[in-house]
């Protein structure tokens, strides 16, 4: 299967999926569903996988440049261009927000009304200097009222980082040591990226979060990881109003 559909309570007019890395076109080691034009995959293959993926969608994609950035861009301003952002977000009924990641966090957003999307690309990097953040205040509305969804993303005991990555984040949240604990290597951590972006959500105030926290990293059959393979391919998680 390559298309998921999300699992969670979402408004009856938000549709949100997600991609795996099956049943496309790419040759290893892009085998065979991806869709990151920026990765050294033959240029043909990924048009057609990006071809079948658009399928799905209601408009034409707004693919991003994703640079680990915090910029969230409208939607509806770059479909059929790629702009450099890590996130976007519409209230239009049929712009499509989406996001590509192999081993990073997916974040899709909305509210409960069923007014408003987002899709956030979140690494280390981004979700440290306020991309999370970002892509709420776009939104405009009570966070309160707003649901995420977290996807597939590098796991908690493989996600091996620096001091320094422990430290941005504990220099905007205290609370950000209890998401890190110690490696067998030395001055290593292993970071619970979803519980790092888990306490962004609830300092804006959003608590109704989900996610099956599937680790990439340990599904080399379903997911790309780039720490484990480096060379590899791209999912991508989308989300729309209809």
């Known amino acids: 299967m390559a298309i998921h559909s999300v699992n969670w309570p979402c408004p009856?007019?938000?549709?949100?999926?997600?991609?795996?890395?099956?049943?496309?076109?790419?040759?290893?080691?892009?085998d065979s569903y991806?869709?990151?034009?920026?990765?050294?995959?033959?240029?043909?293959?990924?048009?057609?996988?990006?071809?079948?993926?658009?399928?799905h969608m209601p408009t034409k994609v707004c693919w991003l440049k994703q640079v680990h950035s915090t910029k969230v861009v409208?939607?509806?301003r770059c479909a059929g261009q790629q702009i450099e952002a890590d996130g976007s977000y519409t209230s239009r009924p049929g712009a499509s927000c989406v996001v590509m990641t192999a081993d990073c966090l997916p974040?899709?957003?909305?509210?409960?009304?069923?007014?408003?999307?987002?899709?956030?690309?979140?690494?280390?990097?981004g979700l440290a200097n306020g991309v999370v953040e970002n892509a709420v205040a776009k939104m405009n509305r009570d966070p309160a009222t707003l649901m995420a969804w977290m996807g597939p993303a590098i796991g908690p005991s493989a996600f091996e980082v620096g001091q320094e990555v422990k430290r941005e984040f504990e220099k905007h949240d205290p609370q950000a040591q209890l998401a890190f604990k110690p490696s067998f290597h030395p001055n290593k951590y292993l970071a619970d990226i979803f519980a790092l972006?888990?306490?962004?959500?609830?300092?804006?105030g959003?608590?109704?979060?989900?996610?099956?926290?599937?680790?990439?990293?340990?599904?080399?059959?379903?997911?790309?990881?780039?720490?484990?393979e480096a060379t590899t391919g791209r999912m991508a998680a989308a989300i729309w109003l209809r």
């Open 34 to 55: 991806n869709l990151g034009d920026h990765v050294g995959d033959c240029e043909l293959a990924v048009q057609a996988n990006r071809l079948a993926f658009q399928q």
């Open 74 to 76: 409208d939607a509806t």
């Open 206 to 228: 959003l608590t109704e979060i989900y996610s099956d926290r599937q680790c990439t990293f340990t599904s080399p059959q379903q997911f790309y990881s780039y720490r484990r």
């Open 197 to 204: 972006a888990e306490l962004r959500f609830k300092r804006v």
């Open 107 to 125: 974040i899709l957003l909305c509210d409960q009304q069923g007014t408003v999307v987002s899709a956030v690309h979140a690494g280390w990097r």
């Open 12 to 30: 009856d007019n938000v549709t949100a999926i997600y991609s795996d890395r099956l049943g496309g076109v790419s040759l290893p080691p892009f």
